[in-house]
C-alpha cells in the first residue's frame, strides 16, 4: 500500500487542487455561480451533484474538482473515498471546509494488496490537506489498523499460518513494549485442550499455538481481546465443499481484527492492562484429525461433544475465552468469522454483535453509527441453551437443528465467559464480494472502527 502517512498533510498553504463538495440542494446555485464555460463542461461530464459523481472544472490554465455528497453539511467516512482512488496524483484540498471523516476513506480509498503482483498502471499518492492538524494522527492510525486487517487477510495461508501470526503479534508487541508469551506442544494440550484437538492435524511447520501479549499498567482495568485464528478451515473430517474452502484463507479474520484493535489500544495508550489472546491453528485434514463424537475436556473442565468439525472456531475460542476470564476483566471483546448463519441475517457488510449488557450494546451501537461501522445486535436467547445438550458430555459443539445459528454459537461461547464479566461478541465477516468506495474487494476490517469508538468512550 501507498505510504498512509504521505496520504494527509497539514495545509500550510502550500499549492493544491481545491474540491468543491455539493449535494442535491446545492448544486443548483453552485452551477450558476459558474462562467458559462465552465457550465458547459460540467453538464457535458453529466455531473448532477449527486453522491460519489465528480466533475473537472476549468479555470483559465488550472482547474479544479467538484463532487457530490449526501450532505455537505453531514460527511461519512467514504464521500471522497471515490476521488481518492480515480482522480491524478497530486495534493488537494476541501475547498472552504474540512474534511473532516472524510479524511479515514481518503487513505483506505488507496489501499492496495500488491505483495504478490505489481500494477504497472498504478498512480502515485493523492494527499488531502487540512488544517485540523489533530485529526490527523487518529485517522491514520484507523487507517493503518484498517490495512493490516486487510493485508493479513488477504494473504493466503501459505504465508499466514500460526507462525506468521505469531510473528504479527510479536512484531506488535516490540513496536509498543509489549510481552508476549506463547504455548505449544505438550503444554498446548493440557492447558489449552480444544485449541489442540482442533490444530493437531496441521503439519508441523503450522502447529497449533495460544498466542498471549500483555501492555500496559497492573493498575488499570484489564481489557481482555481475542481473536478466531483459524488460518485455514478445510472443515475436518467434515471437509467443505470446494465452494466453501475457496475463501478459507479469511478464516483468522477475527484474529486479524483482534491484532489491528491492540495496535490501536496501544497507540493511543489508552487506560487499560491489555489481555491479548490469539488461538492459532489450521484446521486441516490426517490420521490425527479430531473426530466427530470425540469428547474433550476445555480449560476449566466443561466437556464438550464433537458433533461437527467444521465448527471449530467455537472451540478454540472457548479455550481463550476461559484464559481471559482468569484474570477478571472489566471486558472481553472477541472478534471471529464464526457462522455462515450471521451471514445469512446481515449479509456481508453487517458484522452480528451479541453482549451481555444492553449499556454496553448501546455504546458500541452508537460508536459504530458514529464511525461508519455499522453493527447489528444479535439475541443471547436462554431457550435456545438447551440446543447444546449432549447425553455424554456437558454440551455439544454444534447444534442437531439449523435453527439460530448465530445465536447458539454465542451462547455456546457464553458458557465459557467467566460468571459477570461484561463481553461483547463479534461474528463477523472479515471480507469485503464486492468493492464499494474506500472499500475494495478483499479482506475487510467490520466492526474494527466501532469497537475502537467504544473503548475509546469507556476508557480514555
Known amino acids: 500500500m501507498t505510504n498512509k502517512n504521505a496520504l494527509i498533510q497539514p495545509d500550510r498553504g502550500q499549492k493544491a487542487i481545491p474540491i468543491r463538495l455539493v449535494d442535491k440542494a446545492t448544486f443548483p446555485d453552485w452551477l450558476k455561480s459558474l462562467s458559462a464555460g465552465q457550465r458547459a463542461a460540467v453538464e457535458a ?10 466533475a473537472i472544472v476549468p479555470q483559465g490554465d ?10 455537505v453539511e453531514s460527511l461519512s467516512s467514504w464521500c471522497m473515498a471515490k476521488l481518492a482512488e480515480v482522480l491524478p496524483e497530486g495534493t488537494y484540498r476541501r475547498d472552504g471546509a474540512e474534511p473532516g471523516p472524510a479524511l479515514h476513506g481518503w487513505v483506505t480509498g488507496q489501499y492496495r494488496f ?13 494527499v488531502l490537506l487540512t488544517t485540523d492538524v489533530k485529526a490527523i494522527e487518529p485517522a491514520l492510525h484507523e487507517a493503518e489498523a484498517v490495512a493490516q486487517v486487510r493485508d493479513l487477510v488477504n494473504t493466503p495461508t501459505e504465508d499466514m499460518g500460526p507462525p506468521q501470526l505469531e510473528d504479527a503479534v510479536r512484531a506488535l508487541a516490540k513496536a509498543h513494549g509489549a510481552q508476549v508469551s506463547v504455548t505449544g ?19 508441523r511447520g503450522n502447529a497449533p499455538r495460544l498466542i498471549e501479549l500483555i501492555w500496559g499498567k497492573d493498575k488499570h482495568p484489564t481489557l481482555a481481546i481475542v481473536g478466531k485464528g483459524v488460518c485455514f478451515d478445510s472443515g475436518g473430517l467434515d471437509i467443505k465443499p470446494t465452494a466453501g474452502m475457496a475463501l478459507m484463507k479469511k478464516d483468522m479474520g477475527g484474529a486479524a481484527h483482534a491484532i489491528a484493535l491492540a495496535r490501536l489500544v496501544m497507540q493511543h495508550n489508552l487506560k487499560v492492562r491489555l489481555h491479548l489472546l490469539v488461538p492459532a491453528v489450521e484446521n486441516a485434514i490426517s490420521g490425527n484429525a479430531f473426530r ?3 469428547v474433550f475436556t476445555a480449560r476449566g473442565g466443561t466437556t464438550v461433544e464433537i458433533t461437527n468439525t467444521d465448527a471449530e472456531g467455537r472451540l478454540i475460542l472457548a479455550d481463550a475465552l476461559a484464559r481471559a476470564s482468569e484474570d477478571e476483566p472489566d471486558l472481553i471483546v472477541d472478534f471471529a468469522t464464526l457462522t455462515g448463519a450471521a451471514r445469512v441475517a446481515l449479509g456481508p457488510d453487517l458484522p452480528a454483535m451479541f453482549a451481555r449488557r444492553d449499556e454496553t450494546a448501546d455504546a458500541l451501537l452508537s460508536a459504530g453509527k458514529a464511525s461508519d461501522d455499522a453493527c447489528w ?8 441453551r438447551e440446543y447444546l445438550k449432549s447425553d ?16 447458539v454459537a454465542g451462547l455456546f461461547l457464553d458458557r465459557f465467559v467467566g460468571e459477570g464479566i461484561d463481553w461483547l461478541h463479534f461474528d463477523t465477516f472479515a471480507w469485503r464480494p464486492a468493492a464499494k468506495p474506500g472499500r ?19 476508557y480514555d
Open 377 to 384: 445486535r444479535l439475541p443471547l436467547p436462554e431457550a435456545y
Open 392 to 407: 455424554i458430555a456437558d454440551m455439544v459443539n454444534s447444534a442437531p437443528n439449523g435453527f439460530a445459528g448465530a445465536s
Open 62 to 71: 488550472e482547474w479544479s474538482v467538484v463532487a457530490g455528497v449526501a450532505n
Open 440 to 458: 475494495p474487494k478483499g479482506g475487510e476490517a467490520l466492526g474494527l472502527r466501532a469497537a475502537w469508538h467504544m473503548l475509546k468512550g469507556r
Open 45 to 54: 461530464q453529466k455531473f448532477t451533484g449527486g453522491g460519489y459523481e465528480h
Open 114 to 126: 500488491d505483495r504478490y503482483r505489481k500494477d504497472p498502471k498504478a498512480q502515485g499518492p493523492r
Open 185 to 203: 506442544g505438550d503444554k498446548l494440550e493440557q492447558e489449552y485442550p480444544l485449541v489442540h484437538a482442533v490444530g493437531r492435524a496441521a503439519a
Open 292 to 294: 466427530p463424537g470425540d
